[in-house]
């Protein structure tokens, strides 16, 4: 994991883990962290990547079909015949949203999943943002 690798002990994410984005990655720092990402640029493993698979599986389960969507405010598109779900995955712990979630929320097929455990929390955008809190603020150039 991460956060073991003595070569990244540094890393200013985990001095303040709730500071703004974007927080500095040296040249040394990105060379490590890149052998932990998959193809698509994204963590291939912890406990985001252990969330979106429960979900991937639970509604394989029951017959939809389940795509990454790494770019698109949301994490997996599933497929039911005619109906089209924008599935945002966390676990338990790590219910935090960004811009392009928040803005993908006002979409009706749009959902929050919550995975504690095996079991699938589920929040539809409105449901999501009337929990919502912010928690950092962009404060633009004058």
Known sequence: ????????H??????????GNPQRVTADQLAVIGRYLDHHGTAAYGPITQARAVVTGAYRSRGWQVERATTAGWDLTCRHGAQVLRIVTRPFHETILGRDEVAAAADPGWRLIVVDGLDLIEFDGPQALDHAE?????????
């Open 1 to 8: 994991m991460l956060f073991e690798d003595p070569r990244l």
């Open 10 to 19: 540094s890393l200013e994410i985990y001095k303040t883990p709730l500071a």
């Open 134 to 142: 912010p928690i950092t603020y962009r404060i633009p150039p004058p």
